[in-house]
């Protein structure tokens, strides 16, 4: 199921705080970092020249548990398909540094990033097990 809402271009989360980031492609982050050392106030205007590119970054979570303690987790970062406020989002950017994300999810609803989670989790406690 996870293939199916899997981004295929290299992205980057471009994140000022939680529920104030953008994910991004590589073509745009190296924009940003060229700018970001040099016009702190160019960036919202290449943010802005993109942002039918860019997506809101969200994350979620999965956790295998062992009675109340944490077994394994594991962490996706997605954007929800038709949540789309990046122009606030754009606005509250000061220096950050752009992290790559390896794998990079886009979905319907929270619903389907938890599945995507939880099957990510379940794959990782196979190969656990298999070791």
Known sequence: MKEKFLYNK???DFTAGCYCGVVMPE???????KLNYQYQNEIIK???TYK?????????????????KIKK???ITFALKNNYDIDSRIKSFAY??????????VVDNREQ???????????????????
Request: no cysteine.
């Open 10 to 12: 290299n992205m980057y």
């Open 27 to 33: 073509h745009v982050m190296k924009k940003i970092m």
């Open 46 to 48: 290449v943010l802005d």
């Open 52 to 68: 039918d590119e860019l997506f809101e970054s969200d994350w979620t979570l999965a956790n295998e548990m062992d009675q109340d």
């Open 73 to 75: 987790q594991v962490t």
């Open 96 to 105: 950050i540094k752009p992290n790559f994300i390896k794998n990079f999810y």
């Open 113 to 131: 990033a938890s599945e995507v989670a939880k099957e990510i989790l379940q794959e990782e406690i196979e190969k656990d097990a298999s070791k």
